[in-house]
T-cell receptor, first 115, second 114 residues
Framework: AQSVTQLGSHVSVSEGALVLLRCNYS??????LFWYVQYPNQGLQLLLK??????LVKGINGFEAEFKKSETSFHLTKPSAHMSDAAEYFC?????????????FGQGTELSVKP | NAGVMQNPRHLVRRRGQEARLRCSPM?????VYWYRQLPEEGLKFMVY????????ESGMPKERFSAEFPKEGPSILRIQQVVRGDSAAYFC????????????FGQGTRLTVV
């Protein structure tokens, strides 16, 4: 069965510092992987996704993630944090390949950015 | 092109009442997914619908919850005889086809049961 684990429910960084949000998955088939961001009282916005091909995926707002099959990981990074990056971040895996909207989500990581 | 529209944004119901949550998918999208987000938790899949069909309801509670996506009009998530444990944010997502790997989310309906 597929599952997603996000290490660290809260991460705090200083403005300008590296952002690293960790995500590990388990899947019996090659996964499709996603990172979503949720601002307070808002819906989810897709940051980036991995389906096939290049394992380093670039997304919006300067974020990127690398699919590492050997480590079953899909960590999200951003070289320099901005105050506007403060939000909740969710890693997700597609449960069924032909049902693109049916996802298993991790518990989420709340990112705080200090001035 | 408007995004996924959910209404109401906030809904308060007393225990035992019915809650009806609406979701209008993006234009051209015929696939709708409902998720529930309990406080301090991630989103949990509830149900997947196409027009007039329930494709997968494996995440729906067996009692009191139902969903529909009629030929005309929005998708409806209905919760009968609500209890305090139903208090949560309910999100709808839509996609244009099964082959599409991206679902677009609405802003959610926050249900409070008092």
């Amino acid at each position: 069965a597929q599952s997603v684990t996000q290490l660290g429910s809260h991460v705090s960084v200083s403005e300008g510092a590296l952002v690293l949000l960790r995500c590990n998955y388990s899947s019996s088939v090659p996964p499709y992987l996603f990172w979503y961001v949720q601002y307070p009282n808002q819906g989810l916005q897709l940051l980036l996704k991995y389906t096939t091909g290049a394992t380093l995926v670039k997304g919006i707002n300067g974020f990127e993630a690398e699919f590492k099959k050997s480590e079953t990981s899909f960590h999200l990074t951003k070289p320099s944090a901005h105050m506007s990056d403060a939000a909740e971040y969710f890693c997700a895996v597609t449960l069924v390949k032909n049902q693109g909207g049916k996802l298993i989500f991790g518990q989420g990581t709340e990112l705080s950015v200090k001035p | 092109n408007a995004g996924v529209m959910q209404n109401p944004r906030h809904l308060v119901r007393r225990r035992g009442q019915e809650a009806r949550l609406r979701c209008s998918p993006m234009k051209g999208h015929s696939h709708v997914y409902w998720y529930r987000q309990l406080p301090e938790e991630g989103l949990k899949f509830m149900v997947y619908l196409q027009k007039e069909n329930i494709i997968d309801e494996s995440g729906m509670p067996k009692e009191r919850f139902s969903a529909e996506f009629p030929k005309e009009g929005p998708s409806i998530l209905r919760i009968q005889q609500v209890v305090r444990g139903d208090s949560a944010a309910y999100f709808c997502a839509s996609s244009p086809s099964t082959a599409n790997t991206e679902a677009f989310f609405g802003q959610g309906t926050r249900l409070t049961v008092v």
